[in-house]
């Protein structure tokens, strides 16, 4: 039952082709302890069973259903739904991801005047093993410009998101770690809660040693909106994480000199056993 006192959390939920997967992410999201919930699924162009499966979902669950013939793309998909949305917060799922039943009320009750966002620890899902992902507390965007140290997906205000423009169209890639720097930029830093309250499913990349070419023209398209922001540390960190995501050797010396003294144990970790 809805609760009028608190206010409406609005979820996007963008997906294509995913019908085996969308319905334990949407079911996430009926779990949730917080009400009142407002749940928005943009259907992208899908031509697997999730038109069939939605319908289905709809008949117990109340829940909005837009529909573009032709795949806009994820975060087209969003912006349209974070447009509609009535809640004064929104929250974004992956349809291949999902919650624990607690994640919106914890978000909610760390939410603060003064923070852009919140965000928690993931659950990475690999298939053959996990790994929870733990996360700085308190996520500035001198943070950011080395690496995106959120994730995917936060809760934050409706305004917040229109105020910065929303998710930029025109990225193929890294639109999640745009937008996340142009908000805290504009409202000031993100708050994560060191509590596991997302699993991120990464089965489809477990076997991908290199990132995808489509996805690494987005990462330096992003890393160019933003470099002059970025100090020389900041960029020669970036250019280091690029040449990795590109399959490219990398020597210990230049790892020693790329990589702040911060992160040195991370990226030792990485190039000793991943």
């Keep these: 039952m809805s609760n009028p006192s608190k206010p409406l959390v609005s979820v996007y939920l963008p997906t294509h082709n995913r019908s085996k997967s969308l319905e334990r992410a949407i079911q996430s999201v009926f779990n949730q302890t917080w009400k009142p919930i407002e749940l928005i699924v943009v259907d992208d162009g899908s031509d697997d069973q999730t038109h069939d499966l939605l319908s289905k979902l709809q008949k117990s669950h109340p829940f909005r259903i837009i529909r573009n013939t032709v795949p806009a793309g994820a975060s087209a998909s969003r912006n349209t739904a974070i447009q509609l949305a009535n809640g004064e917060f929104v929250a974004g799922l992956d349809d291949d991801d999902y919650w624990t039943s607690h994640r919106i009320e914890w978000m909610m009750q760390e939410f603060r005047d003064g923070l852009s966002a919140v965000c928690s620890n993931d659950k990475m899902d690999y298939g053959d093993k996990e790994i929870v992902w733990k996360k700085k507390r308190t996520i500035t965007l001198q943070d950011l410009l080395y690496y995106n140290r959120v994730g995917n997906q936060v809760l934050t205000k409706k305004e917040y998101i229109l105020?910065?423009?929303?998710?930029?169209?025109?990225?193929?890639?890294?639109?999640?770690?745009?937008?996340?720097?142009?908000?805290?930029?504009?409202?000031?830093?993100?708050?994560?809660?060191?509590?596991?309250?997302?699993?991120?499913?990464?089965?489809?990349?477990?076997?991908?040693?290199?990132?995808?070419?489509?996805?690494?023209?987005?990462?330096?398209?992003?890393?160019?909106?933003?470099?002059?922001?970025?100090?020389?540390?900041?960029?020669?960190?970036?250019?280091?994480?690029?040449?990795?995501?590109?399959?490219?050797?990398?020597?210990?010396?230049?790892?020693?000199?790329?990589?702040p003294s911060g992160l040195l144990i991370k990226e030792i970790t990485r190039k000793l056993f991943l």
């Design 163 to 259: 105020g910065v423009g929303g998710y930029d169209e025109s990225l193929p890639s890294a639109q999640d770690y745009d937008l996340w720097i142009r908000l805290v930029q504009e409202y000031g830093p993100i708050k994560n809660i060191p509590k596991t309250l997302q699993v991120v499913s990464m089965r489809e990349n477990q076997h991908r040693i290199t990132t995808s070419a489509g996805k690494m023209e987005g990462y330096r398209a992003c890393f160019e909106k933003h470099r002059n922001k970025m100090n020389s540390l900041q960029i020669r960190y970036q250019f280091y994480r690029m040449k990795l995501a590109s399959g490219e050797k990398v020597s210990w010396i230049e790892l020693f000199k790329s990589v």
